[in-house]
C-alpha cells in the first residue's frame, strides 16, 4: 500500500512538473512576442513623431502607391530623388528583415485598410473587432507550414501624426487603428524544455527508486525488532542480499558504507557512470574520479556529515578515467540497527549532467537578455546625444533669427519653433536621464543644504507659470522640520521638481500645496516625507503603477493635451529609490492627486545651531512664505494673484 501511495505522489509530482514546463514554453515564447511586438510598435512611434523617412527608392522600396500624401515623392536641392516611407510601409520592411534573420512573422494589419498587403486573415479579424471591445491582447498556439509557433497581436492606435496620411479612415486619435501580429517559432522553446524534461524523468525515478528502497529497509529494520539476535543476522543477511538485487537493477547508482563513511558496496550503474570497478572505488578510493575543483571540498563535506550522523545531499563532478566529465547529485541516508545505532550509510548518485548544460543554456539566455537590454540603454544615449546636436543648432538659429526684424507673423512662427525646440530638448534630457538611470550610473552624493531654502528656490521658479493658469501654489513646512541636511541636494530638488510639474500640468484650476514634514528620527537620521497634493483631473486606482512606467500615462489622450512623454514619474521613481526612499501616490478620477516623495537625510549638526536662530527671517524671504502673524490672518498669505505658497 505504501509503495502504491509513493509511485502515485512520484507520478503525480512528475505530471505536475511537466505540466508547469510545457507552461514556461508558452510564457516564454509570449514574453518573446510581447517584446517583439513593442519593439515594432516603438519603432512605429517613431517614425509617426516625425512624419516618416525619405529613403532612395529602390526595387525594394519603391513608391508607395497606397500612400495619399502631397510629398511623397520629392527632389532635394541637389538633384536627389526621395520618396516618403510611411510608418506602416518602414515597419512591414523591418519585419521582413527580421523574420529572415530569426524567422519570426510579423504582420502589421487592419480593418480599415489602403494596401491589401494589410489585410487580415481570421484569426487577426478576430482579434481586432475584440480589440474594439476593449481586449488588449489575443495570443494563439497554431500551426503554420506544420510547425508550432505562438501568434500574438496587441493593439495599434491612431496617433496625432498618423492624421497627416490616414485622416480619411475616420478614426479618431486614441482609437484602434488596427493591430500589429508576432508568430514565435516554438520549437527551439520545446527544444529546451526536452532536455529539461528528461533530467526531470531521470531526477523522478531515482526518488522513486529511493523511496522504494527506503521502504524496503524499514520494513527489514521491523522484522529484526521482533526476533532474536540470531534470527535478526539472518534476516540481515537475507535483507542486503534483496538490497544487492534491488541495486543492481536501478538505473542510478548506488552505494554503502560503513559507519565512518568508508565504502564498502556500489553496484554496477555506478561503476558504469564513473568507470571504475567496486574494488577501485572501495574506502576512500572514490574520491579519486573527483573533479580536481572537487577533490578537497567534496570528501571533507562528506566526512563531515558523518561525523554528524546526518544526511548528505550534494552536486558536484566526476572526472571518469576517459576524460570525461559528467555531473552528478548525491544524497545518502543514515541506518540504524534495532537499537538505534548507527551502522553505515545508503544513496544514490544521479547523472544530471543533461540538466546542468539546460541551465547553462537558460543563464546563456539571460546574458543575452542583459545584453539586449544594455543596447537598448546606449542606443537611447546615443539618439539622445544625436538629437541634441541639430537641437542645439536650430536654437541658436533661432536665436541669432530673433536679433533681427521680424514682423508679427514672423515673430509668431519664431516663437512656435522655440517653443518645440524647447520641448524636443525637455524630451531628450529626460532621456538621457532614464538612461543613465537605468545603466546605474546615477551617483548619489552628500552634500550640506538648507531645506528651506531650496524650497524656496523651486517655488521661485514656478511663480510665473502658476499664475499663468491662475493656481494658487502653496508651501507648508512644520516647525519641527530640521533646516540644515546633508544628502544629494540637487537629485531630491530634480525629483521634487518633477512632482510639482505634474501637477501643474494636469490641474486646470484650484490649489497645489507642498506639504514638508519630518517621520522618524534614528541618531542623527531623520526621514523626510513630502506630499504634493493638487486639485486636478486625478488617477484611477488600477493605473497607479502604470504611471510610473517610462513612456506610461493614466490616459495617453492626456499626452496630446498637456505634452509631456511619461519619462518623468519614472525618473522620479528611480532616483527616490537610488537615494534609498520611495515614490508614491493617492488619487482618483475627479478628486486631485496626492504624490509622496519619501527619502532619508543625514542631520547637519554643524550648522543646524547656526541657522535655527534665523530661520523665521529666512523663511519671511521665501515669496508667499507665511509668517506667524500670516498665520494669525489667512487673508494676508493669499493676497497674491500669483502663486501664493504659504507654511504652517
Not at 303 to 308: C, F, I, T
Not at 339 to 346: L, M, S
Request: with cysteine; proline share 5%; charged share 20%.
Amino acid at each position: 500500500m505504501m509503495a502504491l501511495t509513493w509511485s502515485l505522489v512520484v507520478g503525480g509530482s512528475l505530471l505536475w512538473n511537466q505540466r508547469l514546463v510545457q507552461q514556461k514554453i508558452l510564457g516564454d515564447a509570449r514574453l518573446e512576442a510581447d517584446t517583439i511586438i513593442n519593439k515594432d510598435l516603438a519603432y512605429r512611434r517613431w517614425a509617426t513623431m516625425h512624419g516618416g523617412v525619405y529613403v532612395h527608392p529602390t526595387t525594394k522600396t519603391p513608391p508607395n502607391p497606397w500612400l495619399n500624401h502631397p510629398k511623397r515623392d520629392v527632389v532635394t536641392t541637389d538633384g536627389d530623388r526621395l520618396t516618403l516611407m510611411n510608418p506602416a510601409y518602414m515597419t512591414r520592411q523591418m519585419m521582413a528583415m527580421f523574420s529572415e534573420q530569426y524567422g519570426v512573422k510579423g504582420h502589421i494589419t487592419s480593418l480599415k485598410l489602403k494596401n491589401p498587403v494589410n489585410i487580415p486573415d481570421a484569426w487577426e479579424r478576430d482579434a481586432l473587432q475584440q480589440f474594439q471591445q476593449g481586449v488588449q491582447s489575443v495570443s494563439q498556439k497554431t500551426l503554420i507550414d506544420d510547425k508550432p509557433y505562438l501568434r500574438l497581436i496587441l493593439p495599434m492606435f491612431m496617433e496625432q501624426g498618423c492624421l497627416t496620411c490616414h485622416a480619411d479612415t475616420g478614426i479618431p486619435v486614441g482609437d484602434v487603428r488596427g493591430g500589429i501580429s508576432a508568430a514565435v517559432p516554438l520549437l527551439r522553446h520545446e527544444l529546451v524544455a526536452a532536455d529539461s524534461l528528461k533530467g526531470l524523468r531521470l531526477a523522478h525515478v531515482g526518488i522513486w527508486l529511493l523511496g522504494l528502497s527506503l521502504m524496503a529497509g524499514g520494513n527489514v529494520l521491523y522484522q529484526r525488532q521482533q526476533s532474536t539476535i540470531k534470527v535478526t543476522e539472518g534476516a540481515l543477511a537475507s535483507s542486503q542480499v534483496r538490497f544487492a538485487a534491488l541495486t543492481q537493477a536501478s538505473p542510478t547508482g548506488v552505494f554503502q558504507t560503513d559507519p565512518t563513511g568508508s565504502v564498502i558496496f556500489v553496484n554496477e550503474q555506478w561503476c558504469i557512470m564513473t568507470g571504475l570497478t567496486p574494488e577501485q572505488a572501495s574506502g576512500s578510493g572514490w574520491a579519486q574520479v573527483l573533479h580536481p575543483d572537487d577533490r578537497e571540498r567534496i570528501p571533507n563535506v562528506w566526512l563531515q556529515s558523518v561525523k554528524e550522523q546526518r544526511p548528505f545531499r550534494s552536486e558536484f563532478r566526476f572526472m571518469r578515467p576517459d576524460g570525461k566529465v559528467i555531473w552528478v547529485y548525491i544524497q545518502s541516508s543514515v541506518m540504524k540497527d534495532v537499537k538505534g545505532a548507527v551502522i553505515g550509510y545508503v544513496g544514490t548518485v544521479t547523472d544530471i549532467s543533461e540538466h546542468k548544460e539546460v541551465e547553462q543554456t537558460l543563464q546563456a539566455a539571460k546574458e543575452l537578455a542583459e545584453d539586449a537590454n544594455r543596447a537598448k540603454s546606449e542606443f537611447l544615449a546615443n539618439i539622445s546625444h544625436e538629437l541634441r546636436t541639430p537641437l542645439n543648432a536650430v536654437m541658436g538659429g533661432a536665436q541669432l533669427l530673433d536679433l533681427t526684424n521680424l514682423n508679427p507673423e514672423q515673430r509668431e512662427y519664431l516663437d512656435m519653433v522655440n517653443a518645440g525646440v524647447i520641448q524636443e530638448l525637455a524630451l531628450v534630457s529626460d532621456l538621457l536621464d532614464l538612461t543613465v538611470i537605468e545603466a546605474g550610473g546615477v551617483q548619489i552624493e552628500k552634500n550640506p543644504f538648507l531645506l528651506r531654502s531650496m524650497l524656496g528656490d523651486l517655488i521661485m521658479q514656478r511663480q510665473d507659470i502658476c499664475a499663468a493658469k491662475g493656481l494658487q501654489l502653496a508651501l507648508e513646512v512644520t516647525q519641527d522640520s530640521p533646516e540644515a541636511l546633508l544628502g544629494d541636494s540637487r537629485r531630491f530638488k530634480q525629483a521634487l521638481d518633477i512632482l510639482v510639474n505634474n501637477a501643474i500640468k494636469f490641474t486646470d484650476q484650484g490649489k497645489i500645496t507642498i506639504t514638508v514634514q519630518p517621520t522618524k528620527r534614528e541618531g542623527e537620521r531623520i526621514g523626510l516625507s513630502v506630499r504634493v497634493t493638487d486639485t486636478g483631473i486625478g488617477i484611477p486606482a488600477e493605473l497607479h503603477e502604470q504611471i510610473f512606467t517610462p513612456f506610461k500615462q493614466a490616459d495617453m489622450s492626456h499626452t496630446r493635451r498637456h505634452g509631456g512623454t511619461g519619462l518623468g514619474l519614472s525618473i522620479c521613481r528611480r532616483l527616490a529609490i537610488a537615494m534609498g526612499g520611495e515614490v508614491r501616490v493617492e488619487s482618483s478620477v475627479g478628486s486631485g492627486s496626492s504624490f509622496y516623495l519619501e527619502l532619508p537625510f543625514e542631520l547637519d549638526l554643524q550648522n543646524q545651531a547656526a541657522v535655527t536662530p534665523t530661520t523665521s527671517k529666512d523663511n519671511d524671504r521665501i515669496p508667499g512664505h507665511a509668517s506667524a502673524a500670516d498665520q494669525n490672518n489667512p487673508q494676508s498669505a493669499d493676497s497674491s494673484p500669483r502663486c501664493k505658497p504659504g507654511t504652517k
